[in-house]
Protein backbone atom coordinates (compact mmCIF):
# COMPACT_ATOMS: atom_id res chain seq x y z
CA UNK A 1 0.00 0.00 0.00
CA UNK A 2 1.43 3.61 -0.80
CA UNK A 3 2.54 5.25 2.51
CA UNK A 4 1.31 8.03 0.76
CA UNK A 5 -2.30 6.94 2.18
CA UNK A 6 -1.18 4.42 5.00
CA UNK A 7 0.19 7.54 6.92
CA UNK A 8 -1.57 8.02 10.19
CA UNK A 9 -2.54 11.37 9.66
CA UNK A 10 -1.71 12.96 13.43
CA UNK A 11 -3.54 13.21 16.35
CA UNK A 12 -5.95 15.99 16.87
CA UNK A 13 -4.05 18.88 18.42
CA UNK A 14 -6.99 21.08 19.23
CA UNK A 15 -4.54 22.49 22.10
CA UNK A 16 -2.53 24.50 19.12
CA UNK A 17 -5.03 26.84 18.56
CA UNK A 18 -7.24 29.27 20.84
CA UNK A 19 -11.00 29.71 20.48
CA UNK A 20 -11.69 31.43 17.32
CA UNK A 21 -8.48 31.15 15.54
CA UNK A 22 -9.47 27.45 14.13
CA UNK A 23 -10.13 28.75 10.28
CA UNK A 24 -6.63 30.98 10.65
CA UNK A 25 -4.36 28.24 11.59
CA UNK A 26 -2.78 26.51 8.57
CA UNK A 27 0.48 24.54 9.67
CA UNK A 28 3.44 25.16 7.71
CA UNK A 29 4.38 22.95 5.57
CA UNK A 30 0.83 20.88 4.76
CA UNK A 31 -0.10 20.37 1.59
CA UNK A 32 -3.60 20.53 0.67
CA UNK A 33 -5.09 17.41 -0.09
CA UNK A 34 -8.99 15.98 -0.86
CA UNK A 35 -9.56 13.63 2.68
CA UNK A 36 -12.43 11.48 2.88
CA UNK A 37 -12.81 11.19 6.47
CA UNK A 38 -15.47 7.83 7.03
CA UNK A 39 -17.60 7.87 10.00
CA UNK A 40 -18.71 11.14 12.07
CA UNK A 41 -18.35 10.10 15.65
CA UNK A 42 -16.55 12.22 17.83
CA UNK A 43 -12.80 10.45 16.51
CA UNK A 44 -13.85 11.38 12.90
CA UNK A 45 -15.31 15.04 13.45
CA UNK A 46 -12.40 15.94 15.64
CA UNK A 47 -10.03 14.80 12.75
CA UNK A 48 -12.20 16.56 10.36
CA UNK A 49 -11.82 19.75 12.59
CA UNK A 50 -8.13 19.17 12.69
CA UNK A 51 -7.67 18.53 8.90
CA UNK A 52 -10.29 21.87 8.13
CA UNK A 53 -7.47 23.24 10.58
CA UNK A 54 -4.65 21.94 8.43
CA UNK A 55 -5.86 23.49 5.50
CA UNK A 56 -7.56 20.14 3.37
CA UNK A 57 -10.60 19.85 1.88
CA UNK A 58 -12.52 17.36 3.99
CA UNK A 59 -15.97 15.47 2.90
CA UNK A 60 -17.58 13.29 5.67
CA UNK A 61 -18.84 10.68 5.12
CA UNK A 62 -21.73 9.32 7.48
CA UNK A 63 -24.93 7.38 7.09
CA UNK A 64 -26.71 8.36 10.00
CA UNK A 65 -26.79 12.38 11.78
CA UNK A 66 -23.71 13.27 13.29
CA UNK A 67 -24.47 13.01 17.11
CA UNK A 68 -27.12 10.46 16.53
CA UNK A 69 -27.81 7.17 18.71
CA UNK A 70 -26.21 5.05 15.89
CA UNK A 71 -23.05 5.89 16.91
CA UNK A 72 -21.04 5.21 20.64
CA UNK A 73 -20.18 8.60 20.87
CA UNK A 74 -23.46 9.05 21.07
CA UNK A 75 -24.37 7.00 24.34
CA UNK A 76 -20.99 7.26 26.26
CA UNK A 77 -20.86 7.88 29.89
CA UNK A 78 -19.08 11.22 28.87
CA UNK A 79 -16.03 10.66 30.64
CA UNK A 80 -12.65 13.30 30.01
CA UNK A 81 -10.69 10.66 32.05
CA UNK A 82 -6.91 11.57 31.88
CA UNK A 83 -6.30 8.51 34.45
CA UNK A 84 -8.25 6.18 32.57
CA UNK A 85 -4.60 4.52 31.51
CA UNK A 86 -5.46 0.95 33.35
CA UNK A 87 -5.98 -1.32 30.31
CA UNK A 88 -9.25 -3.59 31.06
CA UNK A 89 -7.04 -6.83 30.59
CA UNK A 90 -4.32 -7.13 33.61
CA UNK A 91 -2.21 -9.93 34.79
CA UNK A 92 -4.90 -12.29 36.35
CA UNK A 93 -7.76 -10.62 34.58
CA UNK A 94 -8.53 -14.47 33.08
CA UNK A 95 -9.39 -15.31 36.60
CA UNK A 96 -12.22 -13.13 37.50
CA UNK A 97 -14.11 -13.55 33.82
CA UNK A 98 -15.51 -16.80 35.14
CA UNK A 99 -17.50 -14.50 38.15
CA UNK A 100 -18.16 -12.06 35.72
CA UNK A 101 -20.06 -14.36 33.42
CA UNK A 102 -21.94 -15.88 36.50
CA UNK A 103 -23.33 -12.46 37.52
CA UNK A 104 -26.06 -11.06 35.21
CA UNK A 105 -25.37 -7.73 37.31
CA UNK A 106 -21.99 -8.05 36.28
CA UNK A 107 -19.57 -6.31 34.27
CA UNK A 108 -18.95 -8.72 31.15
CA UNK A 109 -21.29 -10.96 29.03
CA UNK A 110 -20.43 -13.06 26.36
CA UNK A 111 -23.20 -14.60 23.33
CA UNK A 112 -21.86 -17.69 23.24
CA UNK A 113 -22.31 -18.46 20.02
CA UNK A 114 -19.78 -15.48 19.37
CA UNK A 115 -17.12 -17.55 21.25
CA UNK A 116 -15.63 -19.34 18.35
CA UNK A 117 -15.70 -15.71 16.00
CA UNK A 118 -14.21 -14.30 19.54
CA UNK A 119 -11.44 -16.54 20.36
CA UNK A 120 -8.59 -15.46 18.01
CA UNK A 121 -9.26 -12.02 19.57
CA UNK A 122 -9.62 -12.85 23.21
CA UNK A 123 -6.59 -14.32 23.01
CA UNK A 124 -4.99 -11.39 21.79
CA UNK A 125 -6.27 -9.57 24.48
CA UNK A 126 -5.55 -11.83 27.43
CA UNK A 127 -1.74 -12.05 26.29
CA UNK A 128 -1.91 -8.26 25.82
CA UNK A 129 -2.51 -7.93 29.42
CA UNK A 130 -0.48 -11.38 30.79
CA UNK A 131 3.11 -9.46 31.85
CA UNK A 132 3.25 -6.09 34.03
CA UNK A 133 5.16 -5.20 30.91
CA UNK A 134 2.92 -5.33 28.69
CA UNK A 135 0.09 -3.19 30.85
CA UNK A 136 2.78 -0.65 31.26
CA UNK A 137 3.32 -0.06 28.20
CA UNK A 138 -0.21 0.29 27.16
CA UNK A 139 -0.66 2.42 30.02
CA UNK A 140 2.44 5.12 28.91
CA UNK A 141 0.71 5.14 25.12
CA UNK A 142 -2.77 5.61 26.43
CA UNK A 143 -1.37 8.40 28.87
CA UNK A 144 0.40 10.19 25.47
CA UNK A 145 -3.48 9.94 24.05
CA UNK A 146 -5.64 11.36 26.75
CA UNK A 147 -3.31 12.98 29.69
CA UNK A 148 -4.84 16.88 28.43
CA UNK A 149 -8.42 15.50 26.64
CA UNK A 150 -10.38 17.72 29.43
CA UNK A 151 -8.66 20.60 28.64
CA UNK A 152 -8.44 20.01 24.64
CA UNK A 153 -12.66 19.32 24.99
CA UNK A 154 -13.30 22.37 26.74
CA UNK A 155 -11.32 24.15 23.96
CA UNK A 156 -13.19 22.41 21.06
CA UNK A 157 -16.36 22.98 22.97
CA UNK A 158 -15.66 26.81 22.97
CA UNK A 159 -15.04 26.76 19.70
CA UNK A 160 -18.03 24.97 18.74
CA UNK A 161 -20.00 27.32 20.86
CA UNK A 162 -21.09 24.93 23.52
CA UNK A 163 -18.89 25.38 26.08
CA UNK A 164 -21.37 24.56 28.51
CA UNK A 165 -21.45 21.08 27.30
CA UNK A 166 -18.12 20.28 29.29
CA UNK A 167 -17.83 20.01 33.01
CA UNK A 168 -14.29 20.26 34.88
CA UNK A 169 -15.49 18.56 38.25
CA UNK A 170 -13.71 15.91 38.76
CA UNK A 171 -13.91 11.70 38.49
CA UNK A 172 -14.84 10.18 42.06
CA UNK A 173 -14.16 6.49 42.33
CA UNK A 174 -16.63 4.95 44.79
CA UNK A 175 -16.03 1.74 47.04
CA UNK A 176 -17.60 0.31 49.53
CA UNK A 177 -14.47 0.28 52.00
CA UNK A 178 -10.65 1.04 51.63
CA UNK A 179 -9.85 -2.41 51.12
CA UNK A 180 -11.75 -2.68 47.57
CA UNK A 181 -9.67 0.40 46.98
CA UNK A 182 -6.39 -1.29 48.12
CA UNK A 183 -7.12 -4.57 46.02
CA UNK A 184 -7.48 -2.47 42.71
CA UNK A 185 -3.23 -1.23 43.85
CA UNK A 186 -1.94 -2.49 40.35
CA UNK A 187 -4.63 -0.22 38.74
CA UNK A 188 -3.70 2.94 40.74
CA UNK A 189 -0.09 2.66 40.50
CA UNK A 190 -0.61 2.77 36.86
CA UNK A 191 -2.52 5.52 37.75
CA UNK A 192 -0.05 7.22 39.57
CA UNK A 193 3.30 6.09 37.19
CA UNK A 194 1.33 7.99 34.54
CA UNK A 195 0.66 11.45 35.55
CA UNK A 196 -2.16 10.61 38.04
CA UNK A 197 -3.19 12.38 41.43
CA UNK A 198 -5.98 12.06 43.54
CA UNK A 199 -7.69 12.89 47.01
CA UNK A 200 -8.83 9.87 49.08
CA UNK A 201 -11.86 10.45 51.08
CA UNK A 202 -13.19 8.85 53.91
CA UNK A 203 -17.66 7.99 54.06
CA UNK A 204 -17.94 11.83 55.59
CA UNK A 205 -15.92 13.46 52.98
CA UNK A 206 -17.63 11.23 50.42
CA UNK A 207 -21.15 12.34 51.57
CA UNK A 208 -20.50 15.95 51.87
CA UNK A 209 -19.68 15.87 47.99
CA UNK A 210 -21.96 13.18 46.59
CA UNK A 211 -24.41 13.84 49.65
CA UNK A 212 -27.29 10.82 47.18
CA UNK A 213 -24.67 8.14 47.40
CA UNK A 214 -26.16 5.11 48.97
CA UNK A 215 -24.34 4.45 52.36
CA UNK A 216 -23.13 1.33 50.91
CA UNK A 217 -19.96 3.14 50.25
CA UNK A 218 -17.83 4.22 52.55
CA UNK A 219 -14.34 5.21 50.56
CA UNK A 220 -13.92 7.30 47.91
CA UNK A 221 -10.79 8.41 45.21
CA UNK A 222 -10.97 11.49 43.65
CA UNK A 223 -9.10 12.71 40.86
CA UNK A 224 -9.56 16.27 40.23
CA UNK A 225 -8.17 16.78 36.68
CA UNK A 226 -10.88 14.67 35.06
CA UNK A 227 -14.09 16.12 33.52
CA UNK A 228 -17.24 15.26 31.70
CA UNK A 229 -19.74 15.75 29.36
CA UNK A 230 -23.52 16.51 30.04
CA UNK A 231 -24.47 15.65 26.18
CA UNK A 232 -22.45 13.72 24.39
CA UNK A 233 -24.50 13.41 21.27
CA UNK A 234 -25.10 17.05 21.45
CA UNK A 235 -21.45 17.66 21.63
CA UNK A 236 -20.87 15.63 18.12
CA UNK A 237 -23.63 17.09 16.23
CA UNK A 238 -22.27 21.09 17.42
CA UNK A 239 -18.66 19.97 17.04
CA UNK A 240 -20.25 18.67 13.28
CA UNK A 241 -21.94 21.85 12.48
CA UNK A 242 -19.02 23.42 13.18
CA UNK A 243 -16.67 21.42 10.92
CA UNK A 244 -18.87 22.58 8.54
CA UNK A 245 -19.14 25.97 8.81
CA UNK A 246 -15.07 25.39 8.43
CA UNK A 247 -16.05 24.24 5.52
CA UNK A 248 -16.42 20.40 5.80
CA UNK A 249 -19.24 19.04 3.27
CA UNK A 250 -21.00 15.94 4.59
CA UNK A 251 -22.41 13.15 2.52
CA UNK A 252 -25.33 10.45 4.17
CA UNK A 253 -23.80 7.61 2.68
CA UNK A 254 -21.58 4.85 4.16
CA UNK A 255 -18.14 3.96 2.69
CA UNK A 256 -18.10 0.43 1.64
CA UNK A 257 -14.44 -0.18 -0.39
CA UNK A 258 -11.62 2.11 -1.48
CA UNK A 259 -10.31 2.43 -5.29
CA UNK A 260 -6.22 2.30 -5.21
CA UNK A 261 -4.85 2.68 -8.37
CA UNK A 262 -0.74 2.74 -8.89
CA UNK A 263 -0.21 2.26 -5.26
CA UNK A 264 -1.92 5.65 -4.33
CA UNK A 265 -5.79 6.07 -3.16
CA UNK A 266 -7.47 7.66 -5.56
CA UNK A 267 -10.90 7.39 -3.86
CA UNK A 268 -13.98 5.87 -1.50
CA UNK A 269 -16.26 3.76 -2.97
CA UNK A 270 -20.02 4.27 -1.54
CA UNK A 271 -22.69 2.00 -0.86
CA UNK A 272 -24.63 3.01 -3.54
CA UNK A 273 -21.57 2.83 -6.24
CA UNK A 274 -20.97 6.12 -6.26
CA UNK A 275 -17.21 7.40 -5.15
CA UNK A 276 -15.52 10.17 -3.53
CA UNK A 277 -12.10 11.09 -5.17
CA UNK A 278 -9.69 11.66 -2.66
CA UNK A 279 -5.83 11.30 -1.92
CA UNK A 280 -6.37 10.37 1.56
CA UNK A 281 -8.90 8.87 3.99
CA UNK A 282 -9.47 8.56 7.27
CA UNK A 283 -11.69 5.43 8.66
CA UNK A 284 -13.02 6.44 11.53
CA UNK A 285 -16.45 4.28 11.43
CA UNK A 286 -16.31 3.03 15.21
CA UNK A 287 -16.89 -0.23 15.34
CA UNK A 288 -16.89 -1.03 11.44
CA UNK A 289 -13.43 0.23 11.31
CA UNK A 290 -11.82 -3.05 11.03
CA UNK A 291 -13.94 -4.41 7.98
CA UNK A 292 -13.28 -1.07 6.10
CA UNK A 293 -9.43 -1.31 6.83
CA UNK A 294 -8.78 -4.96 5.86
CA UNK A 295 -9.73 -3.94 2.53
CA UNK A 296 -6.73 -2.20 2.22
CA UNK A 297 -4.97 -4.83 3.98
CA UNK A 298 -4.91 -3.25 7.52
CA UNK A 299 -5.22 -6.01 10.05
CA UNK A 300 -6.61 -4.35 13.36
CA UNK A 301 -7.14 -6.22 16.62
CA UNK A 302 -10.61 -4.53 16.67
CA UNK A 303 -13.56 -6.32 18.52
CA UNK A 304 -17.28 -4.86 18.61
CA UNK A 305 -18.33 -4.66 22.00
CA UNK A 306 -22.22 -4.18 22.97
CA UNK A 307 -22.31 -0.76 24.93
CA UNK A 308 -25.49 0.07 26.78
CA UNK A 309 -26.83 2.97 28.96
CA UNK A 310 -29.64 3.62 31.07
CA UNK A 311 -31.12 6.37 31.90
CA UNK A 312 -32.99 7.97 34.21
CA UNK A 313 -35.24 10.61 33.47
CA UNK A 314 -35.67 13.45 36.22
CA UNK A 315 -33.78 11.79 39.24
CA UNK A 316 -34.20 13.77 42.36
CA UNK A 317 -30.89 15.02 42.83
CA UNK A 318 -28.16 15.64 40.23
CA UNK A 319 -24.32 14.55 40.47
CA UNK A 320 -21.57 17.06 40.42
CA UNK A 321 -18.84 14.83 39.25
CA UNK A 322 -18.59 11.68 36.86
CA UNK A 323 -19.03 8.66 39.14
CA UNK A 324 -16.85 5.79 38.56
CA UNK A 325 -18.36 2.43 40.66
CA UNK A 326 -15.21 0.28 41.84
CA UNK A 327 -17.82 -2.57 42.81
CA UNK A 328 -19.80 -2.06 39.98
CA UNK A 329 -17.45 -1.50 37.05
CA UNK A 330 -19.53 1.60 35.50
CA UNK A 331 -19.66 5.38 34.70
CA UNK A 332 -22.08 7.26 36.12
CA UNK A 333 -22.96 10.79 35.51
CA UNK A 334 -25.87 13.27 35.66
CA UNK A 335 -26.61 14.35 31.95
CA UNK A 336 -29.08 16.78 30.55
CA UNK A 337 -31.58 14.08 29.72
CA UNK A 338 -31.34 12.64 33.52
CA UNK A 339 -28.71 10.50 35.22
CA UNK A 340 -26.85 8.20 32.99
CA UNK A 341 -25.46 4.81 33.80
CA UNK A 342 -23.47 3.15 31.36
CA UNK A 343 -20.36 0.78 30.95
CA UNK A 344 -21.25 -2.76 30.76
CA UNK A 345 -19.50 -5.19 28.61
CA UNK A 346 -21.31 -7.59 25.91
CA UNK A 347 -19.22 -9.20 23.22
CA UNK A 348 -21.68 -10.39 20.65
CA UNK A 349 -20.52 -9.14 17.48
CA UNK A 350 -22.31 -6.05 15.56
CA UNK A 351 -25.19 -7.40 14.54
CA UNK A 352 -28.76 -6.36 15.12
CA UNK A 353 -29.34 -7.83 18.76
CA UNK A 354 -30.42 -5.72 21.05
CA UNK A 355 -29.95 -7.53 24.51
CA UNK A 356 -32.36 -6.27 27.39
CA UNK A 357 -29.70 -7.45 30.00
CA UNK A 358 -27.27 -4.77 29.35
CA UNK A 359 -29.44 -1.63 30.04
CA UNK A 360 -31.13 -3.90 33.14
CA UNK A 361 -27.76 -4.27 34.68
CA UNK A 362 -27.12 -0.74 34.29
CA UNK A 363 -30.20 0.55 35.81
CA UNK A 364 -30.25 -1.78 39.26
CA UNK A 365 -27.06 -0.82 39.39
CA UNK A 366 -27.57 3.03 39.20
CA UNK A 367 -30.58 2.56 41.87
CA UNK A 368 -28.04 0.34 44.31
CA UNK A 369 -25.43 3.02 43.84
CA UNK A 370 -27.83 6.21 44.22
CA UNK A 371 -30.69 6.67 46.08
CA UNK A 372 -34.09 5.60 44.53
CA UNK A 373 -35.01 6.86 41.55
CA UNK A 374 -37.93 7.10 38.66
CA UNK A 375 -38.41 6.16 35.07
CA UNK A 376 -35.29 4.98 32.97
CA UNK A 377 -34.94 4.12 29.40
CA UNK A 378 -32.13 2.19 27.80
CA UNK A 379 -29.61 2.26 24.25
CA UNK A 380 -27.24 -0.31 23.05
CA UNK A 381 -24.65 0.01 20.15
CA UNK A 382 -21.90 -1.33 19.21
CA UNK A 383 -18.34 0.10 20.32
CA UNK A 384 -14.76 -0.51 19.11
CA UNK A 385 -12.37 -2.05 21.55
CA UNK A 386 -9.02 -3.03 20.67
CA UNK A 387 -6.72 -5.75 22.68
CA UNK A 388 -4.45 -3.63 23.95
CA UNK A 389 -1.48 -1.80 22.84
CA UNK A 390 -0.28 -1.97 19.18
C1 LIG B 1 -21.79 2.56 27.09
C2 LIG B 1 -20.51 3.25 26.71
C3 LIG B 1 -19.86 4.07 27.63
C4 LIG B 1 -18.66 4.71 27.29
N1 LIG B 1 -18.11 5.60 28.17
C5 LIG B 1 -17.03 6.33 27.80
C6 LIG B 1 -16.51 7.36 28.62
O1 LIG B 1 -17.05 7.65 29.68
N2 LIG B 1 -15.42 8.04 28.20
C7 LIG B 1 -14.81 7.75 27.00
O2 LIG B 1 -13.81 8.39 26.65
N3 LIG B 1 -15.30 6.78 26.18
C8 LIG B 1 -16.38 6.09 26.55
N4 LIG B 1 -16.91 5.15 25.71
C9 LIG B 1 -16.20 4.88 24.45
C10 LIG B 1 -16.48 5.98 23.43
O3 LIG B 1 -17.87 6.23 23.34
C11 LIG B 1 -15.95 5.50 22.09
O4 LIG B 1 -14.58 5.18 22.22
C12 LIG B 1 -16.07 6.59 21.06
O5 LIG B 1 -17.36 7.14 21.02
C13 LIG B 1 -15.70 6.00 19.70
O6 LIG B 1 -15.90 7.04 18.77
P1 LIG B 1 -15.78 6.74 17.24
O7 LIG B 1 -15.93 8.03 16.54
O8 LIG B 1 -14.54 5.94 17.01
O9 LIG B 1 -16.99 5.72 16.93
P2 LIG B 1 -18.56 5.98 16.87
O10 LIG B 1 -18.98 7.02 17.82
O11 LIG B 1 -19.23 4.66 16.98
O12 LIG B 1 -18.77 6.58 15.42
C14 LIG B 1 -18.55 5.82 14.28
C15 LIG B 1 -19.40 6.41 13.19
O13 LIG B 1 -19.03 5.77 11.98
C16 LIG B 1 -20.20 5.58 11.21
N5 LIG B 1 -19.97 4.49 10.25
C17 LIG B 1 -19.96 3.16 10.50
N6 LIG B 1 -19.72 2.49 9.36
C18 LIG B 1 -19.58 3.42 8.39
C19 LIG B 1 -19.29 3.34 7.01
N7 LIG B 1 -19.13 2.17 6.38
N8 LIG B 1 -19.21 4.50 6.32
C20 LIG B 1 -19.36 5.70 6.93
N9 LIG B 1 -19.62 5.82 8.23
C21 LIG B 1 -19.71 4.70 8.96
C22 LIG B 1 -21.28 5.26 12.23
O14 LIG B 1 -22.58 5.54 11.70
C23 LIG B 1 -20.90 6.16 13.38
O15 LIG B 1 -21.60 7.39 13.35
C24 LIG B 1 -18.09 4.49 26.02
C25 LIG B 1 -18.75 3.69 25.08
C26 LIG B 1 -19.96 3.09 25.41
C27 LIG B 1 -20.69 2.29 24.38
Avoid at 42 to 47: F, L
Amino acid sequence: MSPCWRRPIRAPSVAEARPGEVSAVRRPGSAQKKVAVIGAGIVGIACAIELLRDGHEVTVIEPGQPGGEQAASYGNAGGLNPSSVVPMSLPGTWRKVPGWLRDPLGPLTIRWSYVPRLAPWLMRFLRAGSTLARVEATARALRRLIADAPERHRRLAEEAGVPELIERQGTLYIYPAREDFEREALAWRLRRDNGGQWLELSADELRQREPSLDRRYQFGVLDEAGGHCTDPGAYVAALAAHARSLGATFLEQSASAFRIEAGRLRGVILADGGEVPCEAALIAAGARSRDLAGKVGDRVSLETERGYHAVIADPPFTLRHLIMSGDGKMGLNSMRGGLRSAGQVELAGAGPRCCAIGCCARSRRSRATCRPIGSRSGWATARPRRTGCP
